[in-house]
C-alpha cells in the first residue's frame, strides 16, 4: 500500500518534461504545427509567458518562403497564403464555401458577383484542384488559376 | 558644431566658411525648436508620456516602462521626460546616420508629433528615406483594429488568464490576411517549472511580432482549441495608423516581462493608448492585468463597436456530432479511421443527403484533430483527407450555426471577497476571504467553461468566537481544476492541482498549520444536460511540525457530481477518501454539500455543509459566505 502511494506521488508530482515542438514544414497537406503536448499540467505553465511555437521575429514574416511559387500568378501575398493552409482551403473547396476560399477570391480580385459560381465550379473540380495528395501549394494556385481564365 | 566651425577655419578654404555658417543656422533653428517645446512644455503632455511609457514613480518623479536602452536617446531618457524630449529633438537633425539608421525614421510617431507640434520645417532638417518602415506600414496598410482574445483551451482553466493580441484590418473583406500584432516572451527553452518562474518574475524579455492572422488561428483555433473573441474597436484610420507608427518604434524593442502585471494585454493597451493619447486604460491597473479586465477597460471606455466568435475546431466538431444519430457519429470516426470507405456514404440509399454531408465533414475534422494530436502519420493523414474531400466535393453546401456562447466578459468579475459565517463542531466562526483572480467550480457558468476552476492566492481569516481566536485559515498558492468530460471522441483527462498553506485538525483537535500540494487525476462524463459526474485519484504531501516526522503522504478519491440545478443555483456533492500511510498515518473520510446562489453576476451567496472524520473523531461544519466580485 505504501509503496502504491509512493509510486502514484510520483506519477502525479512529477510532469514529464519532454515538450518538443515540431513543425511540419514543407508545401503540401499537412503542414501543420504539431505539439508534443505530454502533460496537460505543463499547458498550464506555458500560460505564464505566451510564448508561441513561432521564433518571434517583427516585420513581416508572411508563412514559409522555401516553396515553390506559382508559375502563372505573381502573387506573394497569395503564395503565401495558399502554401500555410493547404488543408482548409481543400476543406473549403469541397464544400463549396468558406473562409479560405473567400481570401484567395479577395486575393485574385475575383468580383463578388462571380464569386459564387465560380466556387461551385471549384468544388465540382476538385479532383482537378487537388490532383493527388503529395500536391504542393503553386499547383493548387495554378489549378486554380485555369478555372479563372475559362 | 562649434568645434567643426572651428577645424574648417583653421582649413583656408573659403568655401567652408560657407558652411561652417549654415551649420550655425541649424544650431539657432534647433534653438529655436527647443525654446518652443520648452514654452509648450511638450515634455509634460500626455502624447509624450504615452509615446514614451511613462509613469510615475515615487522615486524618481517618472519612470518608462520600457528597459531597453535603445528606445532612449537620452541616457537618462527612463526616468526624465523633459531631457529625452530634448535629446530627441536635437537627434533629428544627426547627419552621421541615415535612413532607416536615423532617429527620424525609428522613432516615427515622435517624429510626426513633434513635427506638428513645433512646425518643423521640411526644408530645414535633413530627408530621410524610411524604407523599411514604408515597407512595414504599406504591408500593413492599416483601416481598423481589433482586439482578439483566445479563451481556454480545453483542459486548461488557466489560459483564461492567457492572451490578447490586436488584429490591423486593412482593405481586404478577409480577414485571415491581416496582421496580428502580439507581445510575448521570448524563450528559447521548452517549458517546465523555471519557464513558469521565469515568466512570473521577470527574467524573460518581452517583444512585440506581427504575423498573419491566419497563422494565430491555425494556433489557437485548431492546435490548442480555443474560441477567439473579436472585439472591434472604435478606433478611426488616422488613429490606427498612429497606432502602428508607434508599434514600429517598439519594434526589436524589449521590456522585462512579467507574467503578473507587464504582460501582453497590458503591452496592447499602450499601443491603444499611443493611437488616442487621451485614453488612459494602463492606469487602472496597479497590481495585476488580467487579459479579461483589459477587455472590460475597454467597454468602460466604449472602445468597442462589434463582437465577433469564432469557435474552436473542438466546438466545431461536438455541434457537428450533436445534429447527427450516434450511428452516424460512429460511421464518421471509422471513415476518419480509414476503416470504410467515405464512396460508401455517398452510395448508401438509407442516408439522407443533409446526413451524409454532415458525416464526411464530421469525419474530415476527426481525422484532422487526431493529425494534429499526433495519432497518424502525414502521408496517411493527406492520403485519406484527399479521399474523403473528394466524396464531400460531390455533395452540395451547408451552412452550419454553432450557437455563440456567452461572452466571456460577461461572467463575473475577477477578484473575490467572501464574508461570512458559520458552525464548525457547534463552535460558531466569522470568515473573512480574499482572492485577486478566482474562479471557482461553484460560480456560475457564465462566459467561463463548466467544470473549470483556478485561484491565485486564496485568502482566507476564521475568528472563533468561544475561543476568541482570529488566525489565518487558508492561503492557497495556487488552485487548479478541470474537470473536462470525456465522450466517444475527445478523452480528456480530467486533472487538479492545489498547493498552499491551511489550517487543520491534529490528533489532539486543536488546529495547526500545515503546507499541502495535492494532484490529481481522473476522468469526468457528462450525465444529464447539465450535471458532470467526476472521479480523481489524489496524491497529498504535508508538511507540518505538528506532525508525527512532520510530514504525511497520502493518496485516495475524490468524486463527486456537479450540477446546474437552475440558471442561478448550483450544487456539489463531493465525496473524499485519503489514506496517508507514510509520515503521521491518518485515514480522512469527508462529504460535503456545496451550494451556490447567484444572486447577480457579482454577487453570490454559498452554503457548505460537511462532516469529515481524521483521526478518530469527527467535524461537522456549516458555513454560509457572501462571495463579491470586483
Known amino acids: 500500500m505504501k509503496k502504491l502511494i509512493v509510486l502514484l506521488a510520483i506519477a502525479l508530482l512529477l510532469p514529464v518534461l519532454a515538450f518538443a515542438d515540431q513543425k511540419n514544414t514543407g508545401c503540401g497537406l499537412g503542414t501543420l504545427i504539431i505539439k508534443d503536448a505530454n502533460s496537460v499540467f505543463l499547458q498550464t505553465l506555458v500560460v505564464t509567458t505566451n510564448a508561441s511555437t513561432y521564433t518571434q521575429t517583427f516585420g513581416i514574416t508572411s508563412g514559409t518562403s522555401n516553396c515553390s511559387k506559382s508559375k502563372f500568378v505573381q502573387n506573394d501575398k497569395l503564395n503565401y497564403f495558399v502554401d500555410s493552409n493547404m488543408d482548409v482551403i481543400a476543406h473549403d473547396i469541397a464544400k463549396g464555401e468558406g473562409e479560405s476560399l473567400n481570401t484567395i477570391a479577395d486575393l485574385m480580385n475575383i468580383d463578388i458577383e462571380k464569386r459564387s459560381d465560380f466556387f461551385l465550379t471549384l468544388q465540382k473540380n476538385f479532383s482537378n484542384i487537388y490532383t493527388s495528395d503529395k500536391i504542393q501549394a503553386a499547383e493548387v494556385i495554378d489549378n486554380i488559376n485555369m478555372f479563372i481564365l475559362s | ?630
Open chain 2, 1 to 630: 558644431m562649434v568645434l567643426s566651425c572651428m577645424s574648417f577655419f583653421l582649413s583656408f578654404l573659403p568655401s567652408n566658411i560657407t558652411i561652417c555658417n549654415a551649420d550655425s543656422e541649424q544650431d539657432k533653428y534647433i534653438e529655436g525648436l527647443l525654446k518652443t517645446a520648452e514654452e509648450k512644455k511638450l515634455y509634460d503632455t500626455r502624447q509624450w508620456h504615452v509615446l514614451l511609457h511613462y509613469k510615475s514613480s515615487i522615486l524618481h518623479g517618472f519612470i518608462s516602462d520600457i528597459d531597453d536602452p535603445k528606445f532612449f536617446i537620452s541616457s537618462n531618457g527612463k526616468y526624465s521626460p523633459q531631457s529625452e524630449l530634448i535629446e530627441t529633438i536635437k537627434a533629428f537633425f544627426r547627419t552621421d546616420v541615415k535612413n532607416d539608421d536615423h532617429p527620424i525614421c525609428k522613432f516615427i510617431a515622435r517624429y510626426q508629433w513633434l513635427k506638428s507640434e513645433l512646425d518643423i520645417s521640411e526644408t530645414l532638417i535633413p530627408k530621410q528615406e524610411c524604407v523599411e518602415c514604408n515597407k512595414f506600414l504599406n504591408e500593413l496598410n492599416p483601416r481598423s483594429a481589433v482586439l482578439i482574445f483566445p479563451t481556454s483551451y480545453l483542459n486548461s482553466p488557466a489560459s483564461f488568464y492567457g492572451h490578447t493580441f490586436l488584429r490591423i484590418d486593412s482593405v481586404y473583406e478577409s480577414k485571415l490576411i491581416s496582421y496580428g500584432v502580439s507581445y510575448a516572451a521570448t524563450t528559447n527553452e521548452p517549458p517546465g517549472f523555471f519557464y513558469a518562474f521565469k515568466g512570473i518574475f521577470g527574467l524573460y524579455k518581452g517583444l512585440f511580432s506581427v504575423l498573419p492572422y491566419y497563422e494565430k488561428i491555425k494556433e489557437y483555433n485548431y492546435l490548442e482549441n480555443r474560441d477567439i473573441w473579436e472585439y472591434r474597436l472604435n478606433l478611426s484610420q488616422d488613429e490606427v495608423m498612429r497606432m502602428c507608427l508607434h508599434l514600429w518604434e517598439l519594434s526589436n524593442v524589449s521590456s522585462s516581462y512579467y507574467f503578473i502585471d507587464n504582460n501582453c494585454s497590458y503591452a496592447l493597451l499602450f499601443l491603444i493608448e499611443a493611437a488616442r493619447p487621451e485614453l488612459n486604460l494602463t492606469g487602472d491597473f496597479i497590481y495585476w492585468v488580467i487579459p479579461i479586465d483589459t477587455i472590460r477597460v475597454l467597454e468602460k471606455n466604449k472602445l468597442i463597436t462589434d463582437i465577433s466568435y469564432r469557435p474552436s475546431q473542438n466546438k466545431k466538431i461536438k455541434y457537428i456530432s450533436s445534429l447527427l444519430s450516434s450511428v452516424h457519429q460512429d460511421m464518421a470516426m471509422t471513415i476518419a479511421q480509414s476503416k470504410i470507405d467515405p464512396e460508401q456514404i455517398l452510395t448508401n440509399l438509407d442516408i439522407k443527403m443533409e446526413d451524409k454531408i454532415k458525416i464526411l465533414d464530421l469525419a474530415s475534422e476527426y481525422l484532422q484533430y487526431d493529425y494534429l494530436k499526433k495519432n497518424i502519420s502525414k502521408d496517411d493523414y493527406s492520403r485519406l483527407l484527399l479521399k474523403i474531400l473528394t466524396s464531400r466535393s460531390k455533395l452540395d453546401k451547408l451552412q452550419y450555426n454553432i450557437p455563440t456562447p456567452e461572452r466571456p466578459e460577461t461572467g463575473h468579475n475577477s477578484s473575490r471577497l467572501a464574508i461570512g459565517g458559520g458552525y464548525l463542531n457547534g463552535r460558531f466562526y466569522q470568515n473573512i476571504g480574499f482572492s485577486p483572480a478566482a474562479h471557482f467550480l461553484l460560480d456560475s457558468d457564465k462566459g467561463n467553461i463548466q467544470g473549470s476552476s483556478i485561484s491565485f492566492l486564496n485568502t482566507e481569516f476564521r475568528y472563533y468566537y468561544g475561543i476568541d481566536r482570529f488566525y489565518l485559515s487558508e492561503l492557497t498558492l495556487l488552485s487548479i481544476t478541470s474537470l473536462a468530460e470525456m465522450d466517444n471522441f475527445f478523452k480528456s483527462i480530467s486533472w487538479s492541482i492545489k498547493t498552499g498553506l491551511s489550517e487543520e485538525e491534529n490528533r489532539q483537535k486543536d488546529f495547526h498549520s500545515i503546507y499541502n500540494l495535492a494532484v490529481g487525476g481522473g476522468i469526468t462524463y457528462r450525465f444529464l444536460p447539465d450535471s458532470l459526474l467526476y472521479s480523481l485519484i489524489m496524491v497529498d504531501i504535508k508538511l507540518g511540525s505538528a506532525l508525527n516526522d512532520s510530514y504525511s503522504l497520502g493518496a485516495g478519491l475524490q468524486a463527486g457530481v456537479l450540477t446546474n440545478i437552475t440558471d442561478f443555483w448550483k450544487a456539489q456533492l463531493q465525496f473524499k477518501t485519503m489514506y496517508y500511510e507514510l509520515g503521521d498515518i491518518n485515514q480522512l473520510y469527508l462529504i460535503e454539500l456545496n451550494q451556490a446562489f447567484y444572486l447577480s453576476t457579482n454577487n453570490a451567496l454559498k452554503i457548505t455543509a460537511s462532516r469529515k472524520k481524521t483521526y478518530d473523531f469527527y467535524i461537522d461544519e456549516i458555513n454560509v459566505s457572501w462571495n463579491y466580485y470586483f
